[in-house]
C-alpha cells in the first residue's frame, strides 16, 4: 500500500528553518492517519462521525514460524494458513474453519462445544473424522435442530415425524421384535401337467424364526389351453395349511393366504401344485409369482 507521506524519522533535521514546522506537523498527521486508516476508521476530518477510531477490520502477517507464548493475556496469529489463539500455556486453539486439517487428533471434547453448537453449516464437508471427537463427546443437547425441523434423538425416544432415529431404535422396531419379511420371486416361465402335488419352481422358503405369528401369501397369474382346474397349497415343513381350487380362465390370478403361530427354529414354507384337465402355465417372464411370509411376536 503506498501512502501520500513517507516515513522518515530523520525529517526534520536539526538545521532546517523554523518557519517549515506547520507544514511538518501536518505531514506527520498525514502520515499517522493513513497508517491508521488501514483497519480503523481514521479520516482526516472527523466532523459528525462518532465512530472514528474503531476498527474496520484486523489485518494480520502470516508468520513464518509458530510465536511463543505470552508471558500474561492472549494473542491472535495467522500461522500456516490459520487463524490462531495462543494463551501463557497449553496448545493454540485454531479459530479458523473446521476442515479438519487444523484440528488434532481426539481434541474436539464434550466440553469444547456449546450447546447446539453442531449445526450442519458449522463444518466443511467431510471435515471431521472420527479421531477427531472424543467418545461420548457429542449428546443430544449438542446437536442443533437441521434448519429448525429435525432433531436427533435418543433411542428411545422417537415421538415426532421429523425426528431422526437411532439405528437401533430402527433395529428395535424392525429386525430386533422379531419383525420379517421374506419373498421368493420366480421370473422363469414354467407349466405343469401332473395330477398330483409337486413343487413350483422357485417358490420356497426356508429361515429361522423366532416364536410368533407367520403370515403366509402366494399370488400369481395363470394360463391354459383349455378348461381346466389349477390347486395350489401352502406347506410348511411338507404339512399342508392352507389349499385352494381355481377354475382357470385363460387368463386367471389366483392368491392364497395364510397366518398362524409358528415355533421358534428353522422352517421352510413353499408353494405345490397340480391340475385336473389340461397343462397349466405360469409365465414368470412376464407376469412373476411371488411368495412372501411376513413374522412377528
Request: net charge negative; hydrophobic share 30%; glycine share 8%.
Amino acid at each position: 500500500m503506498s501512502f501520500t507521506k513517507t516515513w522518515d524519522e530523520t525529517i526534520p533535521p536539526n538545521t532546517e528553518a523554523v518557519g517549515r514546522g506547520g507544514e511538518r506537523i501536518r505531514d506527520f498527521k498525514t502520515a499517522i492517519r493513513e497508517r491508521l486508516a488501514i483497519d480503523h476508521n481514521f479520516k482526516s476530518d472527523e466532523t459528525g462521525d462518532d465512530d472514528i477510531g474503531k476498527h474496520n477490520q484486523v489485518s494480520l502477517l502470516v508468520q513464518s514460524s509458530e510465536p511463543s507464548a505470552p508471558s500474561s493475556g492472549m494473542l491472535l496469529y495467522v500461522y500456516n494458513g490459520n487463524l490462531y489463539v495462543k494463551k501463557t500455556s497449553g496448545s493454540p486453539v485454531a479459530l479458523s474453519p473446521m476442515d479438519g486439517s487444523n484440528i488434532s487428533d481426539n481434541s474436539i471434547a464434550g466440553s469444547k462445544l456449546q450447546i447446539g453448537a453442531v449445526g450442519t453449516n458449522q463444518m466443511a464437508d467431510n471435515s471431521i473424522s472420527t479421531n477427531k471427537i472424543q467418545d461420548n463427546a457429542i449428546t443430544k443437547p449438542k446437536i442443533a435442530t437441521l434448519n429448525g425441523v429435525l432433531q436427533y434423538t435418543d433411542t428411545h425416544t422417537i415421538s415426532n415425524d421429523t425426528d431422526i432415529p437411532h439405528k437401533k431404535y430402527v433395529d428395535d422396531k424392525v429386525s430386533g421384535s422379531g419383525n420379517y419379511i421374506y419373498t421368493a420371486v420366480g421370473t422363469t416361465d414354467i407349466s405343469t401337467s401332473s395330477t398330483s402335488y409337486v413343487d413350483m419352481s422357485d417358490m420356497s422358503i426356508t429361515q429361522t424364526f423366532s416364536e410368533g405369528t407367520i403370515f403366509i401369501n402366494f399370488d400369481a397369474t395363470f394360463t391354459r389351453v383349455s378348461d381346466t382346474y389349477i390347486y395350489i397349497r401352502v406347506l410348511i415343513d411338507n404339512t399342508e395349511v392352507k389349499k385352494s381350487v381355481h377354475y382357470t380362465e385363460y387368463y386367471e390370478h389366483h392368491c392364497i393366504s395364510y397366518s398362524g403361530s409358528i415355533t421358534a427354529g428353522s422352517h421352510t414354507i413353499k408353494i405345490q401344485w397340480c391340475k385336473s384337465g389340461n397343462t397349466i402355465y405360469q409365465n414368470g417372464s412376464t407376469y412373476k409369482r411371488i411368495l412372501t411370509v411376513i413374522t412377528g411376536q
